[in-house]
């Protein structure tokens, strides 16, 4: 390949605006179709750890069943809330579902394919901004879902909207926090940048692995699957923010969930798995050709795919959180737990700098002893029963004891909110 | 009334959240790969009925085909739901038959006393459930439908042989 090809497409006006409206084009198509089968995949993950079968009778397999139910939902009644803002209403899903397609724009699925016109970036918008317009555009999310509770003037949706914002709001700290590490040892927000650090430098799992578990967790949060699905928790709000939606409205939510589910874990394999870089191998870091760019989207495809998977599997296998306990986990755990990594791993790089250690194979294995050591202290010695509590860790000792010692009496006749006289006539 | 309340012990100090999670994961994922699901593929598989199951009637013919009631009325008598209609007819030869026999099949219970009651084994349930009609006329089995239908009939419970073998 010549040094003429390999300059960067972008410096070419007009190769550029066609290859980028080529990119979006096809992307959203492939998108799209990959929410469509996300549905199907998740009602057939749901059905096997079951035990069921899981859809099956519409086209080869169920394939065809997200088709159906888009066309059911076409072409079910729509109705608007009589009181509700419905501008607002309206507004809402859109909102929720074009956030969730935006922030994949910026994520790198491949390696740069070479093109006759140059060398062509697979991401939709290289952005130098990389990461922060991810977070800033997931921030964005949280308006799609309070604007759907509030304006459905139904007091179940408020509430569901109400912890939404509540709950995104305080794991979009965390995310960030525990994104810091990566932005420390890449260097650069850019997510390209961050890719080729983990391609020399060994993949960010080795050397944050407490970092990637806590962005796990708070993508978790952010996504608003289970375990932290309280903005629709069904036992208490009904649906939740989109109790008052109906037909295509209330699917625009459904296609958001999964649109975000899929940025995530794109995110997620960007940051933490080393984008579309094919491990055990450098022969994928070379100079570009479109069989490298194949394999690498392959690779790239089989990392979200197990984020995906992940998320399927832990929400068919945990129960919802207590608000109180999300909150605390969110503000009480991972925020200062963050912090102080932060703190530690930028300690950890000034000193290996200073002992003249650049990234490689020793500085991986370093980080990693370091975050075996954090998981060991954390899951071992801080967990039991810290980290997730039950209400009674809440009480007083003493207050504890009083209504164990009135239970035992045979009488704990806690004393409630009627005067005394009230009772018994 | 005043509330009771149970504080429970909790062994808060020795319960790891991460640890009940692995170990649920692990659990979900036993099941996931378990090729052993429980769903019957209902139109392609069925299960098999008992052999006592009491479905829709049947009513069985002798060899020229004809019904094999007498009109005697016994079941209409004994019917709880009341839900037989029987019209009595004789021939020339004093041979009792019936002009009409319907069964609703929307108001029977499936007791199962008709079959019991019949001195010529001739009504009978069937061990049938798939019944769909478009109307609910159709569920008004005359004397030719009851005839021509072909599923296998219900076998009543014998005292002598309680366990049916
Ligand atoms: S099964 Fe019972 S209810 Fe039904 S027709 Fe026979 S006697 Fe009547
Ligand atoms: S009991 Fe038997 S023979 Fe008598 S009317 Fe009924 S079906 Fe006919």
């Known amino acids: 390949m010549g040094p003429l090809l390999m300059t960067p497409i972008s410096d070419n006006s007009t190769a550029f605006l066609i290859a980028s409206a080529i990119k979006v084009l096809v992307f959203f198509g492939v998108y799209l179709v990959t929410v469509a089968m996300l549905t199907l995949a998740e009602r057939k993950v749901s059905a096997w750890i079951q035990d069921r079968h899981g859809p099956n009778r519409t086209g080869p397999g169920g394939l065809l069943q997200p088709a159906a139910d888009g066309l059911k939902n076409f072409m079910k009644e729509e109705l608007s809330p009589g009181?509700?803002?419905?501008?607002?209403?309206?507004?809402?899903p859109a909102i929720a579902f074009s956030t969730a397609m935006i922030s994949w724009a910026v994520i790198p699925f491949a390696a740069p394919v070479p093109t006759?016109?140059?060398?062509?970036?697979?991401?939709?918008?290289?952005?130098?901004?990389?990461?922060?317009?991810?977070?800033?555009?997931?921030?964005?999310?949280?308006?799609?879902?309070?604007?759907?509770?509030?304006?459905?003037?139904?007091?179940?949706s408020l509430l569901g909207g109400l912890r939404s914002s509540a709950q995104m709001i305080s794991y979009e700290i965390a995310m960030g926090m525990s994104v810091i590490p990566v932005l420390l040892l890449a260097g650069n927000v850019t997510l390209g940048t961050i890719i080729n650090q983990q391609v020399t430098g060994g993949w960010n799992i080795l050397n944050l692995t407490f970092a990637f578990l806590t962005f796990l967790i708070s993508a978790f949060a952010e996504t608003n699957r289970l375990p932290f699905d309280l903005p629709e928790a069904e036992s208490e709000l009904v649906a939740g923010y989109h109790t008052e939606y109906s037909s295509m409205k209330f699917s625009m939510f459904f296609i958001a969930e999964y649109a975000n589910m899929l940025t995530a874990s794109g995110l997620m394999a960007t940051l933490f798995l080393g984008g579309w870089d094919i491990p055990f191998t450098a022969w994928d870091n070379g100079e570009?050709?479109?069989?490298?760019?194949?394999?690498?989207l392959v690779s790239f495809a089989l990392k979200t795919g197990f984020f995906l998977f992940l998320y399927m599997w832990i929400r068919w296998t945990?129960?919802?959180?207590?608000?109180?306990?999300?909150?605390?986990?969110?503000?009480?755990?991972?925020?200062?737990?963050?912090?102080?990594?932060?703190?530690?791993?930028?300690?950890?790089?000034?000193?290996?700098?200073?002992?003249?250690?650049?990234?490689?194979?020793?500085?991986?294995?370093?980080?990693?002893?370091?975050?075996?050591?954090?998981?060991?202290?954390?899951?071992?010695?801080?967990?039991?029963?810290?980290?997730?509590?039950?209400?009674?860790?809440?009480?007083?000792?003493?207050?504890?004891?009083?209504?164990?010692?009135?239970?035992?009496?045979?009488?704990?006749?806690?004393?409630s909110a009627r005067p005394e006289s009230g009772m018994g006539d | 009334m005043a509330i009771r309340v149970k504080v429970m012990d909790r062994p808060v100090e020795q319960v790891s959240y991460v640890r009940a999670t692995l170990s649920?994961?692990?659990?979900?994922?036993?099941?996931?790969?378990?090729?052993?699901?429980?769903?019957?593929?209902?139109?392609?598989?069925?299960?098999?009925?008992?052999?006592?199951?009491?479905?829709?009637?049947?009513?069985?013919?002798?060899?020229?085909?004809?019904?094999?009631?007498?009109?005697?009325?016994l079941c209409p008598t004994v019917c709880p739901a009341n839900c037989i209609k029987l019209v009595p007819g004789e021939d020339e030869q004093g041979n009792r038959f019936p002009l009409v026999f319907e069964i609703d099949e929307f108001r029977c219970i499936f007791c199962g006393y008709c079959q019991e009651v019949c001195p010529e084994e001739a009504i009978h349930l069937g061990r049938h459930y798939e019944n769909a009609e478009y109307t609910r006329d159709g569920f008004v089995y005359d004397l030719e439908r009851l005839t021509s239908q072909t599923h296998p009939v219900c076998e009543m419970w014998d005292p002598a042989d309680p366990a049916g073998e």
């Not at chain 1, 570009?288 to 690498?296: A, D, E, I, M």
């Not at chain 1, 007083?396 to 009135?406: C, G, K, Y």
């Not at chain 2, 649920?24 to 006592?52: C, I």
């Not at chain 2, 009491?54 to 009631?69: I, P, S, V």
């Open chain 1, 318 to 415: 945990l129960p919802r959180f207590r608000y109180d306990q999300l909150m605390s986990l969110g503000w009480r755990f991972l925020l200062p737990v963050s912090l102080g990594y932060i703190v530690l791993i930028a300690t950890t790089l000034l000193v290996l700098q200073l002992l003249g250690i650049q990234a490689g194979v020793l500085q991986t294995g370093i980080l990693f002893v370091l975050n075996v050591i954090v998981l060991v202290l954390m899951f071992v010695v801080f967990d039991r029963g810290r980290l997730l509590s039950p209400t009674t860790s809440k009480m007083s000792a003493a207050e504890m004891l009083r209504l164990r010692s009135l239970d035992r009496a045979g009488s704990a006749l806690v004393p």
């Open chain 2, 24 to 73: 649920g994961l692990a659990h979900t994922f036993k099941h996931l790969v378990d090729p052993h699901k429980v769903t019957t593929q209902y139109p392609e598989e069925t299960e098999a009925l008992s052999k006592r199951w009491r479905g829709t009637h049947r009513m069985l013919t002798n060899e020229d085909g004809k019904a094999k009631c007498v009109a005697c009325g």
């Open chain 1, 116 to 156: 006759p016109w140059g060398v062509m970036s697979l991401a939709i918008a290289d952005l130098p901004v990389g990461f922060i317009f991810t977070l800033a555009i997931a921030s964005l999310g949280v308006f799609g879902i309070t604007l759907a509770g509030w304006s459905s003037n139904n007091k179940y």
């Open chain 1, 288 to 296: 570009p050709s479109v069989l490298k760019t194949v394999l690498t």
């Open chain 1, 83 to 92: 009181a509700g803002n419905t501008i607002l209403f309206s507004l809402a």
